[in-house]
Each structure stands twice: as C-alpha cells, then as structure tokens.
C-alpha cells in the first residue's frame, strides 16, 4: 500500500503516481519560498503538516532527480548550515508554471474528494 | 532554454555517469548524516542513531537505483546489457545465429526492394516540369484499348489539337546503329518529334533542342546526345556540338546535351535521341504503328 497511517502519521513510502504527483507537488511549494537541500525539505513537509506527513528519503530523492530531468527544479551546490556541502534545489520559471498548475488540480480534487466522502 | 537544460543533464547523466553517481552518494550520505545527528539530538546514542538512521533509509543502494531510474540512466544501461546478452548468445549458437540473420536479412531486402519500386513509380514525382500536366495519349479500337499510333495519325492529331497544350511522340521501334572509328556499333536511342523535350520541360544543358523543322522531311538532320554519351563517348568536350556522327547510315549533326539527371523511362539508357522524318519507311504508312 502507498499510504501506511502509523499512530495518525502518513509515511509516504514507495510512490505511486497518485502520491507522486502530490509529493511533487508538496516538493514543489516547499521550495517555492527559497533553495533548500533534501533533508530539509523532508523536515519543512513534516513541520508544515503538523507532523502528519513523513517524506521517506526513498520517495524524495527519486521525485527530486525526477523533478530536475523535468526541468521544473535546478540543483547546485552550496554550503549548508552545518558547514558542510550539500545540494541545494530551486524552483525553476517552468516549476513555478507547473506548481500553480498542480496547485490549483489538487484543490479540485480535494474538494472533489471531500464532497464525496462528507455526503450522508 | 529549458529544453537545453533537460537536454544537458540527460547527457551529463549519461557520460558523466561517475560524477554523477559520486554527487548522488554525497547526497545521501549528507541526508544520513543529518538524520543520525537529529537521532542523537532527541536523545539517543551515537550507535543507536546510526541504527536507526540506516533503517529509516532502508537500504541506500536501493535508494541511488531509485534516483538512476528516475534520472532514466537505467533504460539505457539495460538496453545496453540486453544488448550484450544477446551477442552472447548468438555467438553461443551459431547455427541459430545465421539462419535469424539470414531470415532478417531476406525480409529487410524484400521490404527494401517493395519499396524501392513503389518509391520509383508511385511517390517520385515524374523528373519533368509540370508533371502533373504530363499525359500519355493512346489509340484505341475494339479489342485493344491501349494501341500505339502510327505517323501520319500522329501528324493528323498533332494538326487538330484543340485539347493540349502541345502533342510530340517517340518511336517505339528504337536503336541506332553508329558507325565509329572501329566499325559500325548498336546503340540505344530513339526518334522523337522535334517538341519532344520542350513539351517535357526539359532543356538541353548545353547547346540547344530541336527546331520545330528539324522533324520535317527537309530539315537538318540533327541529334541531341545523352550527358552520359558525351562524357563517355566525346570526352565531355564543349566543342561537341556541330560534330557529325552517322546514324543509321545517315550523316547527323549533334546540337544538344541533356541534363545529367534527364529520364525517360521507355527508353533509359537512351544515348542517341533523333528526329522522326516522315521520309522513313514506316512513317508513311498509316497502318504501321510505331509512336507513343
């Protein structure tokens, strides 16, 4: 299964293009504010969830080098807080097109969603 | 530019496959890393974070194969290993070997040769100006639908035309014999009306085409030589033109050379192309069908 549910905790694990797409998306609104490394974008997806949303390091990386053959991120590499190189991911102009596109998709199908499973 | 950019990270992540594989485990080493010291941070130790740290990871080689595949390095490499595999096997079992290739190489050449013959006579377009103006006219009677036609019906039809833009036919019984230095020779050629090659669209490289007279019983016997005959016979000398050659026991003067890319597929290796002359035998029969 893609979503494990552990003690009200989402591990999003091996993906399948349904969670894909929304990792990518959640990917994708992370970086938008400012370049960030891996690690901390698994860590800016937990906090901003509330620590719901548990990014595994074997569904981020692909959909990062994934998202970077897409041409919707770029990487370099910079010195991170801790003093020690690490590479850093940034919204491209074609990221940004595809995040407000994404953005505004999962809505509908939230809403979609909820619309069906609130219905008596 | 992002398409350049897609382009030059497919390439870097296929020839720079090292690099590439060094920075993917800095990655991940850094992520272990910051995992372990998170692990030590909330209290454990430096053993037990690394434990943990490695099982969250599940596996980082599995981890890096995920990255290569997405990065779509993986395709690649296997074609290249099924590739490899496959030589192996061939040269295992040669037998088996031959007759696939054999049998491939049957069925590539028989696709080949179809198509170069649908190619030649049905997608080509025909090598004349306003091909698509280009028709062939024949006689027809009861019993025979398609006929060839005879000169002076030629003549009779080419003098009632209100239908085309211009009427010129060729011999169908071609050949020339030409009498050269060693002797008397047959080659391959044919008469044409004298607007033959402008009805064609076709003008002489050098020199010039036919008069309107020249088909006429009085006119200049005259001949306009193939850009093979003249490289290969007359040297490809400029000063060809005026030279007489004997076709046919008859004195005839060379006025003209035809383009190097010219055919005429009736008569493709055509190297002599003469004038029709209503003095010959057949033309002066009504029943002797020889033209197109």
């Known amino acids: 299964m893609l979503l494990s549910v552990t003690e009200e905790r989402v591990f999003l694990s091996k993906p399948t293009d349904l969670i894909q797409g929304t990792l990518d998306l959640l990917i994708l609104k992370t970086i938008a504010l400012q370049p960030m490394h891996g690690w901390a974008i698994a860590q800016r997806i937990r906090q901003m969830s509330g620590e719901v949303l548990q990014v595994g390091q074997g569904a981020l990386y692909p959909a990062l080098h994934k998202l970077e053959q897409n041409g919707w991120i770029r990487s370099e590499w910079l010195v991170s807080d801790n003093n020690r190189r690490a590479k850093y991911y940034t919204l491209t102009k074609a990221g940004r097109k595809v995040l407000e596109q994404e953005t505004a998709q999962w809505e509908r199908l939230a809403a979609a969603i909820s619309l069906i499973v609130r219905a008596v | ?292």
Not at chain 2, 149 to 157: E, H, I, Q
Not at chain 2, 235 to 240: E, H, L, N, S
């Open chain 2, 1 to 292: 530019m992002r398409f350049a950019n897609i382009l030059r990270l497919r390439l870097r992540s296929l020839f720079s496959r090292n690099k590439v594989d060094q920075e993917l485990e800095e990655e991940l080493r850094y992520h272990l890393d910051r995992q372990i010291e998170a692990e030590i941070a909330a209290g454990r130790t430096r053993e037990q974070a690394r434990y943990a740290a490695l099982r969250s990871i599940d596996g980082v080689e599995q981890r890096k194969e995920e990255c290569r595949d997405m990065r779509g390095l993986n395709v690649i490499e296997n074609i290249l290993r099924d590739f490899r595999y496959a030589i192996r096997q061939l040269r295992k079992n040669p037998g088996f070997a031959c007759a696939t290739i054999f049998v491939l190489a049957l069925g590539t050449s028989a696709a080949v040769a179809i198509l170069g013959f649908v190619d030649a006579a049905l997608i080509k377009p025909l090598p004349y100006s306003d091909q698509s103006r280009l028709v062939a006219v024949f006689e027809s009677s009861p019993g025979n639908a398609r006929s060839i036609v005879s000169y002076l019906d030629f003549t009779d039809w080419k003098n009632l035309n209100k239908v085309f833009s211009s009427i010129d036919a060729f011999a169908m019984n071609g050949g020339f014999t030409l009498n050269t230095d060693t002797g008397a020779e047959k080659v391959p050629g044919t008469r044409v009306s004298s607007g033959f090659f402008h009805t064609l669209g076709v003008t002489p490289i050098l020199g010039r085409d036919f008069n309107p007279d020249e088909d006429s019983p009085t006119g200049a016997r005259t001949v306009i030589i193939s850009y093979t005959v003249w490289q290969r016979r007359f040297g490809a000398r400029q000063d060809v033109l005026g030279q007489t050659v004997t076709l046919n026991e008859a004195p005839s003067i060379i006025i003209g050379v035809l383009p190097r890319d010219f055919h005429f597929a009736p008569y493709g290796g055509a190297e002599f192309w003469g004038t029709l002359r209503s003095s010959d035998a057949c033309e002066q029969q009504r029943g002797c069908h020889n033209l197109m």
